[in-house]
């Protein structure tokens, strides 16, 4: 599903001085694989996680996705990949808040081909994620977990294999991401692929695999090579 290599990401701070985050780092992830990455903030966990969804173009290095080679495609290949290839689920949710939940979830259906089956399938989702019932409320009369389901629901939408995911419990208390990992945990068991960027342990456990960034490459943590990719527990 994944094969990074070589690839190399620096910024330029604030006194002009050059940062390299990335550092000939190399990632292989199989499809329907459940992968965290782990770190400390500003080791480049979110760095990797742009450049393996299309949304950072500025490095060095290979990245393929999915079988599709993200170098030298424009912005709108890049677009086109990442509606019909990548669901995105981020920390902050990035709900549109005067949208109901619904409509939030129909939001790809609007930079993809049309669908007339639209509101079904986001009605579908919604359900997969458990808020069927409330697919009519703002995000605002919905509690943080609630918000997150809607925000997979979203990334679920347009039939993604690969869920990439930016400190998905990071807003939540212990008990609501609970909930929203053993999500994943079905999602996975399901055949998705998915990958992870978080600090918590929470997260971590629930992986098939943990890579830890460290000085700008990953390193091997964790790996239940003996558990089957697809079915894992």
């Known amino acids: 599903m994944i094969r990074a290599r070589d690839i190399v990401k620096e910024y330029v701070d604030g006194d002009g001085t050059k940062v390299r985050v990335l ?34 173009v500025h490095y060095q290095g290979e990245v393929e996705v999915g079988g599709v080679k993200l170098r030298g495609l424009d912005d709108k290949a890049l677009a086109r990949f990442r509606n019909t290839h990548v669901g995105f689920v981020f920390q ?10 619904l409509e939030n979830v129909l939001l790809p259906s609007h930079f993809g081909a049309s669908r007339e089956d639209a509101r079904k399938r986001a009605e579908a989702m919604l359900e997969r994620v458990g808020l069927g019932a409330k697919k009519d409320r703002a995000p605002v009369r919905l509690s943080g977990g609630e918000r997150q389901r809607v925000a997979i629901a979203r990334a679920l939408f ?9 400190e998905p419990t990071g807003n939540l208390d212990a008990a609501t991401g609970d909930g929203v990992i053993q999500l994943f945990k079905e999602l996975h068991r399901e055949g998705l692929t998915v990958l992870a960027v978080t600090h918590e342990d929470r997260m971590s456990a629930a992986a098939r695999r943990v ?3 460290k000085e700008g490459r990953l390193v091997e943590e964790r790996a239940d090579l003996h558990l089957a990719t697809r079915g894992a527990p």
């Open 158 to 166: 347009t039939g993604p294999k690969l869920l990439l995911c930016d």
């Open 23 to 56: 550092d000939g780092m190399s990632l292989d992830v199989q499809d329907g694989d459940f992968v965290a990455v782990v770190g400390p903030s500003g080791s480049g966990k979110s760095t990797l996680l742009h450049l393996l969804g299309g949304l950072d």
């Open 92 to 101: 902050s949710f990035h709900l549109i808040p005067n949208l109901s939940a």
């Open 211 to 213: 890579l830890r960034l």
